[in-house]
């Protein structure tokens, strides 16, 4: 089964100063981090502020998706972290 996206959810980690988004292959819940620098260079903003973290999240979902699946498929890891080189 493919890794899906079917919660719209996400939060931002201040600590890790990331967005947190979950995926699903099957049963198994995958859990991804996208850092603030790499939806910066999505979004060209020069805030890392929560609320301009996630608005570039929900702007640009469907290719932080298709990123989340490409490193996915890269080999199984607890927590998947995507970084500005993962969205190019």
Same mark, same amino acid.
């Given at each position: ?7 719209? #959810? ?5 600590? +890790?100063? *990331?967005? +947190?988004?979950? @995926? %699903? ?10 850092? *603030?620098? /790499?939806?910066?260079?999505?979004? !060209? +903003?020069?805030?890392? /502020?929560?609320? /301009?973290?996630? /608005? ?5 979902? %469907? #290719?932080? %998706? ?5 490193? $996915?498929? @890269?080999? !199984? +890891?607890?927590? $998947? ?8």
């Amino acid at each position: 089964m493919p890794l899906e996206f079917p919660n719209p #959810s996400r939060s931002f980690d201040e600590v +890790r100063k *990331a967005v +947190r988004f979950v @995926g %699903h292959d099957g049963m198994f819940e995958v859990p991804f981090f996208i850092q *603030a620098d /790499a939806l910066a260079s999505i979004d !060209r +903003r020069p805030e890392t /502020a929560e609320a /301009a973290c996630l /608005a570039a999240f929900d702007a640009a979902r %469907h #290719s932080i %998706h298709t990123s989340a699946r490409k490193l $996915y498929a @890269g080999g !199984r +890891r607890t927590i $998947y972290t995507i970084t500005a080189a993962d969205m190019r």
